[in-house]
């Protein structure tokens, strides 16, 4: 490294000007700093003048470069300062030649600039500003230099190739300093956990040491380039050599360039060698340090397991219910003894997901199952103790009993009347890769609300079809019509508000957004006993309103609008509207609301659904209630995965049954026999123990259609929703064109088909709201838009302005009388 830095330093001859050009253009590879631009003696800067004015301590580049303005005065001489990778320019020498101690940077302007005084002053000397960081640097002929960063773009000249050489050099790896310099900012700024400062260094430093190898590395290779190109134009000038004293210059040159290669050949193999030699010891070190992090994890799994297995032994004790038979705490049943959070607990999920809907102070309870042969009533414990006989769960009404034992397609009113043949597959899911670029291109020039979504996000089916989905399991409703007791019925209500989101696990597609006006029709009157109808009756905000009625003793209505947060790394569905549920025989009214649809890894990775948040169901006759809990997804609960947990009370709030299961698999019910109020909790909330009898399952999931991987996950109801039926309004969803072309695989159409539907309907939407200021300017009213089956109306129970069913599309349906529907496809 001695003679590259005796080169770096030497003097030049008439014969070998190139050459030494290049070498003072070259960084001194042992020091790492950058050449500086002399300046002219007596204060006139020059391209071949003595030894320059830096400031100390930082790396600069002077000089004077001409610089084009304009066609008028074409190229003027300006004095060009490189330092801290920013390259300014001033029409004199003279303000910044002198004292490095007075340099500082102007409050707008990340220029150095010399104190002169006022602001004014300063800014009128610096002419101008280039960051290198993020700008290109190219050349046009031998002595031009092209500088462009954004919108700016800096035309200059040297006096000479060499000065142009150097010039480039020096710009090149000022450059590459910057970038280095911003990124290891971002690094720093973007950590985000707190860590000791002694943990920082020993991480930051080994990785920004190898970020400067790796740098180092670039550069030479960069330069290995250039002294290449340079060789062989050497050479080939050395071939066409007829007269022997050039040849003689001509080889001296190239022996020099070739002593140059070597020695950055040199340079980049020790930067090598020193590049593997720290990552070999530092990928030692992290290994040791992984391997340490991970006992620890065990450890601290292995504790916390200790500690709860402790936690439960200690609540056991500390509760010493006499009725509870001996290893009945550790009996298989709903809890097994394991604390269950109903309403208000904390979870152990990240902090940075967040959840809009939840309750709060909701009580914590214990479930343990008790064997009835050793069941004993007593009272000496039970403050404030619900009790109940072990002989009525098994003497009561059959309702129970038929759900445990009802399987997956022999429920009981599945089987009532012959089922009308349908299809149970539609055509395979087309393997599109989804390219972003095809996205954003159709995006480029138009409006942000005029930018067409693709199919690509999309299953084949509407959002009014979806809200149908709901009705999959009606069976629940059917045999909650048989239970005289008004907790029975609850219970299979809760039920069934958690089986609608049993078809969400896999399905992380978007439904399609209806269009004003779009109707569907589910008619399974004859087969199933009952018929829903769903209508879009806003579009913004998109609002759905849905009305089921079943001959077999039960009428279900609701209006659904959908708010959505984006949080960044997930997606927040939460469904406003309350759902109306109404049994004909006995007059029990409840009503509730859905939760929180949580869509995860939006940005990157696979999409998965988690439902979050409180499901409160009132019966507004005899006011009993459930609260259901959907217990978050947490990396670190050791709860089973798309956990529900509930409790059914009467109006007094007296416990009656204890609700448990997944929202994906399967909900079941056990009897309460005692209540005991137990242990506080760290919190101060104080537990109930729950005595139960053995759980019965009230609905399981049916399973998924073969080859349902490759048709949308969709279910056996979903795969039918969408097929052609006769005598359908003709604004039903099975018509829609968009979302058929995208069922038969013919993507590319559907897109285009989907755009022109979308214009349609904004071209309604304007000459709506074109009617409006023209009544308006009329002094008239203007009622808008008003939904065709549907009507508003105040909700009586809970005081909402909702849309009910009117009447009169059955009927129309009858006689095929669709002269109100308006043409929407």
Same mark, same amino acid.
């Given at each position: ?33 950058? %050449? ?21 301590? *930082?790396?600069?580049? +002077? ?10 005065? @074409? ?25 490095? *101690? ?52 800096? &035309? ?49 430093? %080994? ?75 530092? *990928? ?38 006499? @009725? ?103 055509? =395979?899911? %087309? ?17 942000? *609300? ?27 409703? =059917? ?66 309103? &849905? ?190 064109? =968009? ?75 009858? +006689?095929? =009388? ?8």
């Amino acid at each position: 490294m001695g003679k590259a830095a005796a080169l770096c330093g030497g003097g030049t001859t008439t014969t070998t000007r190139g050459l030494v050009s290049l070498l003072n253009a070259v960084p001194c590879l042992a020091c790492h700093e950058l %050449p500086a631009m002399s300046a002219e003696p007596g204060g006139r800067g020059g391209p071949a003048g003595g030894p320059p004015a830096a400031p100390p301590g *930082s790396d600069t580049y +002077k000089g004077w470069l001409f610089k084009w303005t304009n066609y008028l005065k @074409g190229y003027q001489r300006r004095w060009f300062v490189l330092s801290n990778g920013l390259l300014s320019y001033y029409r004199s020498s003279a303000t910044v030649r002198s004292g490095g *101690s007075s340099w500082k940077r102007l409050k707008n302007t990340p220029v150095p600039v010399r104190k002169m005084g006022t602001q004014a002053e300063m800014a009128h000397t610096c002419r101008g500003t280039i960051n290198l960081s993020t700008a290109h640097i190219d050349t046009e002929d031998s002595c031009n230099i092209v500088l462009s960063n954004g919108g700016r773009t800096y &035309h200059l000249k040297a006096n000479s190739e060499v000065e142009r050489q150097r010039w480039v050099t020096a710009l090149e790896l000022a450059k590459a300093k910057a970038i280095r310099m911003r990124n290891n900012q971002s690094d720093d700024s973007g950590d985000e956990e707190p860590a000791s400062q002694s943990d920082k260094s020993e991480l930051h430093g %080994p990785l920004k040491t190898l970020s400067s190898k790796l740098e180092d590395l670039s550069t030479c290779n960069e330069l290995i380039a250039k002294h290449g190109a340079a060789l062989q134009r050497s050479l080939s000038e050395l071939e066409n050599l007829r007269l022997p004293p050039d040849s003689g210059e001509k080889i001296k040159a190239v022996n020099e360039r070739a002593t140059l290669f070597r020695i950055t050949s040199n340079a980049m193999i020790n930067a090598c060698r020193d590049f593997l030699d720290l990552a070999e010891s530092h *990928s030692r070190k992290w290994q040791r340090l992984l391997q340490h992090e991970r006992e620890q994890r065990i450890r601290l799994e292995e504790t916390i397991e200790q500690l709860a297995k402790q936690h439960n032994s200690l609540e056991r004790a500390c509760r010493g219910a006499p @009725g509870l038979a001996p290893g009945t705490a550790s009996s298989s049943g709903t809890a097994k003894g394991s604390v269950q959070s109903a309403k208000g607990e904390a979870s152990d999920e990240d902090e940075e997901t967040e959840y809009f809907d939840a309750m709060e102070d909701a009580p914590a309870f214990i479930t343990v199952t008790a064997d009835p042969k050793h069941h004993r009533r007593s009272g000496s414990n039970l403050s404030g103790a619900s009790e109940g006989h072990p002989e009525d769960w098994n003497l009561e009404d059959s309702v129970f009993e038929s759900s445990n034992q009802s399987s997956y397609n022999e429920s009981t009113g599945k089987d009532l009347l012959p089922r009308k043949r349908r299809r149970t597959r539609i055509p =395979d899911k %087309p393997n599109y890769s989804l390219n972003l670029w095809s996205i954003m291109k159709n995006c480029i020039g138009k409006e942000l *609300s005029k930018i067409p979504m693709p199919v690509n996000f999309n299953e084949p089916l509407s959002m009014l079809q979806r809200l149908t989905e709901d009705l999959e399991y009606h069976e629940l409703l =059917d045999k909650a019509v048989k239970c005289e007791s008004s907790t029975e019925q609850m219970c299979f209500v809760a039920a069934f508000s958690v089986s609608s989101y049993s078809t969400t696990v896999h399905r992380t597609a978007k439904p399609f957004n209806p269009l004003l006006g779009e109707t569907f029709e589910l008619d399974r009157l004859e087969e199933l006993g009952f018929r829903s109808l769903c209508e879009q009756v806003s579009h913004h905000p998109p609002a759905a309103a &849905h009305h089921v009625y079943s001959r077999r003793g039960w009428t279900l209505w609701q209006e659904i609008t959908i708010a959505s947060k984006f949080r960044g790394k997930y997606l927040s569905i939460m469904p406003l509207g309350a759902i109306h549920l109404e049994f004909h025989s006995s007059g029990n009214h409840y009503v509730w609301r859905k939760v929180t649809s949580t869509v995860h890894n939006i940005i990157v990775g696979k999409l998965w659904i988690d439902q979050s948040g409180e499901i409160e169901i009132v019966n507004h006759k005899s006011k009993d209630k459930c609260q259901l809990k959907f217990t978050p997804y947490s990396y670190f609960s050791r709860d089973v995965p798309r956990k529900v947990t509930g409790v059914v009370s009467d109006a007094d709030g007296k416990a009656h049954y204890v609700m448990s299961g997944t929202w994906d698999e399967k909900m079941e019910c056990s009897k309460i026999l005692h209540s005991s109020h137990g242990s506080t909790s760290t919190e101060g909330k104080q537990k109930t123990v729950y005595q139960t009898l053995s759980p019965k399952v009230l609905w399981r999931k049916y399973p998924l259609p073969e080859n349902a991987e490759n048709m949308y996950f969709f279910s056996e109801l979903a795969l039918t929703l969408n097929e052609p039926e006769e005598r359908v309004a003709p604004t039903d969803s099975r018509l829609r064109p =968009d979302q058929r072309l995208m069922e038969s695989g013919r993507w590319d159409e559907a897109n285009v088909e989907k755009q022109r539907l979308e214009e349609k309907q904004r071209a309604v939407r304007r000459r709506r709201e074109a009617e409006a200021v023209e009544a308006l300017e009329e002094g008239k009213d203007y009622e808008g838009y008003i939904p065709l089956w549907f009507e508003r109306k105040v909700d009586a129970v809970t005081g909402e302005l909702i849309c009910v069913y009117k009447g009169g599309y059955w009927e129309a349906k009858d +006689k095929q =009388d669709w002269s109100v529907c308006p043409d929407i496809f």
